[in-house]
């Protein structure tokens, strides 16, 4: 998504303060007010909206590397790292949202929302449709590739989603969802800001039992060096060549025969073809193999200037004991038994930062497979929240 964005920042005189501010003025592009700015940091339940004047001001309780997000509907979202402006006074000029046509059209359309609305749901949501609900689900717009079998939906309104189960709303702004059907492949990014809307003990429980063994939780122990004593084990995963799988010659034959093929009763789909596509659809690209057992954090991260990265060649799989927490007589225990989930990370040998409150720089970009890949908005949990919250 191309964003065009004026940002001037402009420094009064220095001022001493112990507590971290963010604050200043959000006006369009001829020096008018825009109240009810939605301000918030990404991913937390920290934020506030612009006043009349559009004058805000923002106090935070630490220092983090999280991003600063200005969002209103028909506006150009425009997101920057506190680092930058902290203790600073801002003036933010946001311009207004202009639709952008590719080159190529894929029109977003009825039937296409109809057709694909709950793959949409159960990958960016969940299975829990009942309890996690998207309150203004009719705004959302889908588009459906049929050469490239791609699936992109997107939302001109920020999304309302309410989840009864962890007791949040969540002001969700969807940037981009792109599935890939032939690759079999989903991601989806957007900046989201979480209000308290229940609180009981099942809601706490449940907000235990979604954190615990989560991705969050997996990298707050990597930034703590605690991942051992938080029951992680991670082990090294190398990748091998399927030779079953097909040849990049053998796919693009897939394609051209999709191109010209025509449905009809009498019809034979070459042999040659059928088995291509047989294996296309019962082998995967690669195999995977165990090749270095309970590697330590200094194998998979890096310190530079005081920053953690993650930096690694290989694909991991990460092992977690979990117990769940229980509610017995008012009191919030574990489970005796732990389940076993296994999740894998594939840093593909890009580098990551990786923050105190459990997030990475681009997580969009970190792809992951099992249990964290079940980590949807049915079990997100602000980036604030700390366990038993």
Known sequence: MKKTIFFLLIILPFYFSIAQVIKGKVVNDIEKPISNVNIYLDGT???????????????????????????KDDYQTFTINTSEVLNKTLKVVLLRAKEIEEVVIIPYTEAAYKNYIHFFLDSFIGHDKENVKIKNQRSLKFSFDKENKILKVKAPQTLIIENKNLGYTIDYNLVEFFADFDNNTT??????????????????LNRMNAYDGSQVHFFRSVFLNK????????????????????????????????????????????????????????ELPYKIGITKTQ??????????????????????????????????????????????????????????EIYRDG??????????????????????????YQLGD
């Open 187 to 204: 991601r989806y990014m957007g900046t989201s800001f979480f209000k308290e809307s229940k609180k009981s003990d099942k809601v706490k």
């Open 227 to 282: 991942v051992a004593d938080e029951g992680y084990i991670v082990n090294q995963i190398t990748k091998f060549p399927n030779p079953k799988y097909p040849t990049e010659e053998e796919l693009q034959l897939l394609k051209d025969f999709a191109k010209t093929f025509k449905p009809s009763g009498n019809i034979k789909i070459p042999e040659d073809i059928l088995e291509i596509s047989s294996r296309k659809r019962n």
């Open 359 to 384: 997030n990475t720089s681009n997580p969009g970009q970190l792809t992951n497979q099992g249990e964290f890949a079940n980590d949807k908005i049915e079990k997100l949990l602000p980036l604030d």
């Open 295 to 352: 590697i330590p954090e200094t194998d998979y991260t890096k310190k530079n200037d005081g920053k953690l990265f993650l930096d690694y060649d290989y694909m991991m799989q990460i092992n977690f004991k979990k117990y769940f927490y229980e509610l017995k007589k008012g009191q919030f225990v574990k489970a005796t038994i732990p389940i076993i989930r296994t999740s894998f990370l594939h840093p593909e040998g890009d580098i990551f």
């Open 45 to 71: 339940k920290t934020g506030t909206i612009s006043a009349t004047d559009g004058s805000f001001s923002l106090n935070l309780s630490s220092s983090g590397n999280n991003n600063l997000v200005f969002q």
